[in-house]
């Protein structure tokens, strides 16, 4: 599948750019973009004012993606936007804005005149949500930052408190989710139903389900913007994440899913499911890399996404020793500068700061700012408090290794013996014991669980119990499974023979 989608983006953008060759900015009339472009389309009489300034190679553009449109040729669709709209804009509007809509309206008729049975790429839905919640996330750093703001923005602002309220953001979303009843048909996919048979006409139509999908998609980023991160999880519930799915179309969108979720189980200290979700999609990026570079509008973004969850996964990973895949340790290695990488294991708090602050997403505040009170820097606020809540969590737990080291050394050990070691007294030494117990207690995701559900478990690799004045510890060090690294191998074999063939 992967071969067959990165051959029709090749053969997409080699086609355009043939069209394109001859076109010089100066919209030369003679070069029409005519292959496979429709020119003899039935355009309604228009006064010279109504198209001026519309140049034929762009007329025939745009009949042939209205066209395909009213067709619902989706890959043609795909191609004419991907590719052709982009050669277009390099070409001939790279310092210059393309015809006004108003120019553009009677080349198709000013739109259609009876409701159209849309059916869109799924990337291109994607995208609608995508970028309506980064239109909100915008809008909100935006009210709150004064800086270079005039008296006349300021009023503007506070005359209309509404504008891009969260309510209403979440009303979009979920509105798009009853509708499609999206909920309703994961559940049934996931039992092995079919999932027409709980949908009625919206949610069978591919445009309200994939909506709709992505919709929850667009909730999880959202209730993580605001910092409510169970909610986050739980819009997720008839979501699996650990298993391919046939919603899983868009990869920009399951590097967005996975990054948020990774992100939302770190701030709930539920790190070992925050490292599978991350080490996951991180190994998904390496695989599909060779088809991603092919969308360079998306390339970009997943890349500065992807060294943002391999700092995620430093922290998660310093913060949680467990067992993890072994390719995902060696490209956490190349990927990942290897100096931070020690300040973290050295429990350097600034450090910890810094890559907090490049890995985490821009905070938003859900309500809307008093303008007669606020200050240059309250837009940093929503950001600030994240931090600080991570950074209390971080010093909770910066002597654990440490203490860790020790127990692995030792069957019995006084209390005070070893707490002179690590210089502390006695009654502050017993208290860190404590929180090592609960800290190395994680809540953990299990097979056939909702996102949100988990069960206990620990990760510490000692196990202790104090009598008296007395520490007995017991080594849990798990046996190393050779057998899992020796598939592991073997799976690496077969993609690399499948790469070369």
Same mark, same amino acid.
């Given at each position: 599948m992967a071969g067959q989608e990165q051959g029709?983006?090749?053969?997409?953008?080699?086609?355009?750019?043939?069209? =394109? @060759?001859?076109?010089?900015?100066?919209?030369?009339? *003679?070069?029409?973009?005519?292959?496979?472009?429709?020119?003899?389309?039935?355009?309604?009489?228009?006064?010279?004012?109504?198209?001026?300034?519309?140049? @034929? =190679?762009?007329?025939? &553009?745009?009949?042939?993606?209205?066209?395909?449109?009213?067709?619902?040729?989706? @890959?043609?669709?795909?191609?004419?936007?991907?590719?052709?709209?982009?050669?277009?804009?390099?070409?001939?509007?790279?310092?210059?804005?393309?015809?006004?809509?108003?120019?553009?309206?009677?080349?198709?008729?000013? *739109?259609?005149?009876?409701?159209?049975?849309?059916?869109?790429?799924?990337?291109?839905?994607?995208?609608?949500? @995508?970028?309506?919640?980064?239109?909100?996330?915008?809008?909100?750093? &935006?009210?709150?930052?004064?800086?270079?703001?005039?008296?006349?923005?300021?009023?503007?602002?506070?005359?209309?408190?509404?504008?891009?309220?969260?309510?209403?953001?979440?009303?979009?979303?979920?509105? =798009?989710?009853?509708?499609?009843?999206?909920?309703?048909?994961?559940?049934?996919?996931?039992?092995?139903?079919?999932?027409?048979?709980?949908?009625?006409?919206?949610?069978?139509?591919?445009?309200?389900?994939?909506?709709?999908?992505?919709?929850?998609?667009?909730?999880?980023?959202?209730?993580?913007?605001?910092?409510?991160?169970?909610?986050?999880?739980?819009?997720?519930?008839?979501?699996?994440?650990?298993?391919?799915?046939?919603?899983?179309?868009?990869?920009?969108?399951?590097?967005?899913?996975?990054?948020?979720? *990774?992100?939302?189980?770190?701030?709930?200290?539920? &790190?070992?499911?925050?490292?599978?979700?991350?080490?996951?999609?991180?190994?998904?990026?390496?695989?599909?890399?060779?088809?991603?570079?092919?969308?360079? &509008?998306? =390339?970009?973004?997943?890349?500065?996404?992807?060294l943002q969850m391999y700092a995620l996964l430093a922290m998660a990973w310093i913060m949680y020793p467990c067992r993890i895949d072994e390719s995902v340790l060696s490209l956490l290695g190349e990927k990942y500068d290897k100096e931070k990488f020690i300040k973290l294991q050295q429990g350097s708090l600034s450090q910890f700061e810094d890559s907090f602050a490049y890995a985490c997403p821009k905070f938003v505040s859900p309500v809307v700012p008093d303008y007669e009170t606020l200050s240059q820097s309250q837009h940093k606020a929503p950001y600030q408090f994240q931090l600080k809540n991570f950074v209390n969590e971080v010093k909770q737990q910066v002597a654990i290794p440490i203490i860790r080291s020790y127990l692995k050394l030792y069957t019995t050990m006084p209390v005070a013996k070893l707490a002179a070691f690590l210089d502390m007294d006695e009654d502050n030494f017993r208290a860190q014991l404590l929180s090592f117990k609960h800290k190395m207690n994680n809540l953990v995701w299990m097979k056939g669980q909702r996102a949100i559900d988990g069960e206990f478990q620990t990760s510490s690799g000692v196990s202790f119990y104090i009598d008296g004045d007395m520490i007995h510890i017991a080594d849990c060090k798990v046996v190393p499974r050779y057998s899992e690294f020796f598939l592991q191998q073997i799976r690496k074999y077969n993609e690399l023979v499948k790469g070369l063939s």
């Amino acid at each position: 599948m992967a071969g067959q989608e990165q051959g029709f983006y090749t053969a997409a953008e080699e086609f355009v750019g043939a069209q =394109f @060759d001859s076109l010089l900015p100066s919209y030369n009339t *003679g070069s029409d973009y005519d292959g496979g472009i429709v020119d003899d389309y039935d355009e309604p009489p228009a006064t010279a004012n109504q198209t001026y300034g519309v140049p @034929d =190679f762009v007329r025939n &553009y745009v009949r042939s993606l209205y066209r395909a449109f009213t067709e619902r040729r989706i @890959d043609e669709m795909q191609m004419l936007c991907e590719a052709g709209f982009i050669k277009l804009t390099e070409r001939s509007f790279s310092k210059s804005p393309w015809p006004d809509a108003d120019r553009i309206a009677p080349i198709v008729n000013n *739109g259609a005149k009876a409701p159209v049975r849309l059916e869109l790429p799924h990337q291109w839905l994607w995208n609608i949500i @995508d970028e309506f919640i980064y239109q909100f996330q915008s809008f909100s750093h &935006y009210r709150y930052k004064l800086k270079h703001k005039q008296e006349n923005e300021l009023a503007m602002l506070r005359d209309h408190p509404k504008v891009w309220n969260v309510h209403g953001v979440l009303n979009v979303l979920h509105s =798009f989710v009853e509708k499609s009843q999206i909920n309703n048909q994961l559940n049934a996919y996931n039992n092995g139903d079919d999932p027409k048979t709980v949908a009625d006409e919206f949610g069978r139509c591919p445009l309200y389900k994939m909506l709709g999908y992505f919709s929850l998609i667009g909730l999880l980023r959202l209730h993580s913007l605001l910092g409510d991160y169970y909610q986050a999880i739980k819009v997720l519930e008839n979501v699996q994440l650990n298993k391919k799915s046939m919603y899983a179309v868009v990869p920009a969108c399951q590097v967005t899913t996975y990054y948020y979720v *990774g992100f939302a189980y770190l701030m709930m200290r539920r &790190y070992q499911d925050a490292i599978g979700s991350l080490s996951n999609i991180l190994l998904y990026i390496q695989r599909t890399k060779n088809m991603l570079q092919d969308k360079s &509008y998306q =390339f970009d973004q997943i890349a500065k996404k992807e060294l943002q969850m391999y700092a995620l996964l430093a922290m998660a990973w310093i913060m949680y020793p467990c067992r993890i895949d072994e390719s995902v340790l060696s490209l956490l290695g190349e990927k990942y500068d290897k100096e931070k990488f020690i300040k973290l294991q050295q429990g350097s708090l600034s450090q910890f700061e810094d890559s907090f602050a490049y890995a985490c997403p821009k905070f938003v505040s859900p309500v809307v700012p008093d303008y007669e009170t606020l200050s240059q820097s309250q837009h940093k606020a929503p950001y600030q408090f994240q931090l600080k809540n991570f950074v209390n969590e971080v010093k909770q737990q910066v002597a654990i290794p440490i203490i860790r080291s020790y127990l692995k050394l030792y069957t019995t050990m006084p209390v005070a013996k070893l707490a002179a070691f690590l210089d502390m007294d006695e009654d502050n030494f017993r208290a860190q014991l404590l929180s090592f117990k609960h800290k190395m207690n994680n809540l953990v995701w299990m097979k056939g669980q909702r996102a949100i559900d988990g069960e206990f478990q620990t990760s510490s690799g000692v196990s202790f119990y104090i009598d008296g004045d007395m520490i007995h510890i017991a080594d849990c060090k798990v046996v190393p499974r050779y057998s899992e690294f020796f598939l592991q191998q073997i799976r690496k074999y077969n993609e690399l023979v499948k790469g070369l063939s």
